[in-house]
């Protein structure tokens, strides 16, 4: 269940978006799968600890995060993954492994991968391992304002054509 909180933060913001409810999906691709959309339409939220503070790094669920692109992008250093017991605090209501992208609500700073926004509706974990919300790219970057490049490691070329699943897009 999706934390009151995280609702209450999207509400007051006037931020439109859909909860989606799904069997248990731990890893953000099962959640793609789960949800029978494409691994490039789910964010993930990676957690990374530099010298004094967390950030959020959000990236499609196949993605991993390359760590110097990020330094380079955000001007920090020392970053390295961060411990659970590090960040699960921070995220309180939330199950550890699905803490959501919205450092607004928890006071830290979030850096979006670039890729993402070839997606007009993503999907993002929000505390919980059974239920997601879909945004639209533009109203999650508007109401975060976070730092923006190429922070993964470089991928193959993403062909729509090669995508299993497509999602029509939400009437809100």
Do not use: W
């Amino acid at each position: 269940m999706i934390p009151e909180s995280i609702i209450q933060y999207l509400e007051s913001q006037g931020i439109p978006f859909e909860r989606k409810s799904h069997l248990r999906a731990i890893t953000a691709q099962a959640l793609a799968s789960s949800l029978h959309v494409s691994g490039f339409q789910v964010a993930k939220s990676v957690i990374l600890q530099s010298d004094d503070a967390l950030l959020i790094c959000v990236v499609s669920a196949p993605d991993t995060v390359n760590l110097d692109r990020v330094a380079s992008v955000t001007g920090t250093r020392n970053l390295r993954l961060a411990d659970e017991a590090e960040f699960a605090p921070r995220f309180p209501g939330c199950e550890v492994g699905a803490e959501p992208p919205f450092g607004g609500l928890y006071g830290l700073p979030v850096v979006v991968d670039e890729h993402l926004r070839d997606e007009s509706l993503v999907l993002f974990r929000a505390g919980s391992h059974t239920e997601a919300l879909e945004l639209r790219y533009d109203d999650f970057m508007n109401l975060e304002a976070p730092y923006l490049g190429n922070i993964i490691h470089d991928r193959p070329h993403k062909s729509r054509e090669d995508e299993s699943a497509e999602v029509a897009p939400s009437p809100y």
